[in-house]
């Protein structure tokens, strides 16, 4: 499968617990952005990277979500202490730099915070 | 800032029947307008684009800019055509994409 690849699928931790997601994006994608989606939502938009630099960061990141792309390939999405409402389906894709091309969507990384 | 809305959560036809799926958005701006589908156990996948002004599967999107939607229509419903449907705007090159709540379309036998 050439497409975009997330890792884990799924992640059940206990509150105040760190947890780390892994992103490989479409080899040949400059773009890489992070989503979360809760029940009967869209997806909502975290932040990206054209390359290594991160561009772009959402006012739902909260300085307990770090995000790195350092080689400007796969990336990783961190959350410290996490808290029952950051249970959602964390959602990767990756894109080419152009106008109109859309996004790819890896399967995603369902977050459960018991 | 954008904002994409889908009035419809669900929404049910007969196999055979036209379909449209509605979609409207608030930007100041010329926007890049994407559906995407997610079928059952699949990934979000990219539908359509209206740069492109193409038909995929059957469906096509007309972006009317006076009324700012961009439907999503098919003239006969199939039963693979049940899926989960989410409208999504970027102001420009796939930046800032905000998608709508969705609609989640059953085609019925």
Redesign the interface.
Known sequence: DTGVSQDPRHKITKRGQNVTFRCDPISEHNRLYWYRQTLGQGPEFLTYFQNEAQLEKSRLLSDRFSAERPKGSFSTLEIQRTEQGDSAMYLCASSLLGVGTGLFFGQGTRLTVV | AQR?T?PE?LLSVFKGAPVELKCNYSYSGSP?L?W?VQYSRQ????LL????RESIKGFTADLNKGETSFHLKKPFAQEEDSAMY?C?LSP???????????TRLTVKP
């Open positions: 994409v889908q959560k890049e994407f995407y990934r979000l996948q990219l684009r209206h740069i492109s989410y999504a420009y090159n796939n930046n800032d994409m905000r998608f709508g709540a969705g």
